[in-house]
């Protein structure tokens, strides 16, 4: 709740506040109630249509749910590999950053040693901070939803290969079976 409340969603905020995609969501229970009328027409839905599941149980045709979910699992790891890029570009450019700030520490540390040795004053201490200002770091709250996303419909697409595997295989059985 504190990240929410400072909305700085940065790498740093987010590891020391322990987020990850497997804790960024609560599942919170929900209970619906029905009246008698509505209980009563659920149960005749029901009944009416429990021969027809009979027969969706022994259909082989693979539904649109799979392609649906495998085009969206592609669209988030792009998003995802899009996130990646950026991080590693801000990465990147930290890490130059870092450098340029200790070179030029050392250069002039250099110039301070030969100034003193030929008995001028040292140059005066500059704010670093002005010279070399921080990269935004990117925002980290997209890269945890999509990588929840990328999570659930990796679990849809093995639970429905692993119901439809199943069913293929049965249906090998007999067709060598009748054979």
């Known amino acids: 709740m504190e990240v929410c409340k400072e909305k700085d969603f940065s790498p740093e905020a987010l590891k020391k506040a322990n987020i990850t995609f497997e804790h960024m969501f609560e599942e919170v229970p929900i209970v619906i109630k029905n009246s008698h009328l509505i209980n009563v027409l659920m149960w005749e839905l029901e009944k009416k249509s429990a021969v027809a599941d009979k027969h969706e149980l022994l259909s082989l045709a693979s539904s649109n749910h799979l392609g649906k979910n495998l085009q969206l699992l592609m669209d988030r790891v792009d998003e995802m590999s899009q996130d990646i890029i950026k991080y590693n570009t801000y990465m990147r450019n930290s890490s130059k950053q870092q450098?340029?700030?200790?070179?030029?520490?050392?250069r002039r540390q250099q110039e301070n040693m030969q100034r003193q040795s030929?008995?001028?004053?040292?140059?005066?201490?500059?704010?670093?901070?002005?010279?070399?200002?921080?990269?935004?770091?990117?925002?980290?709250?997209?890269?945890?939803?999509?990588?929840?996303?990328?999570?659930?419909?990796?679990?849809?697409?093995?639970?429905?290969?692993?119901?439809?595997?199943?069913?293929?295989?049965?249906?090998?059985?007999?067709?060598?079976?009748?054979?």
Do not use: V, W
């Open 99 to 106: 450098q340029q700030k200790h070179q030029y520490q050392q």
């Open 118 to 179: 030929r008995g001028e004053p040292p140059l005066p201490e500059e704010d670093l901070s002005k010279l070399f200002k921080p990269h935004q770091a990117p925002a980290r709250m997209d890269s945890l939803l999509i990588a929840g996303q990328i999570n659930t419909y990796c679990q849809n697409i093995k639970e429905f290969t692993a119901q439809n595997l199943g069913k293929l295989f049965m249906a090998q059985a007999l067709q060598e079976y009748s054979n």
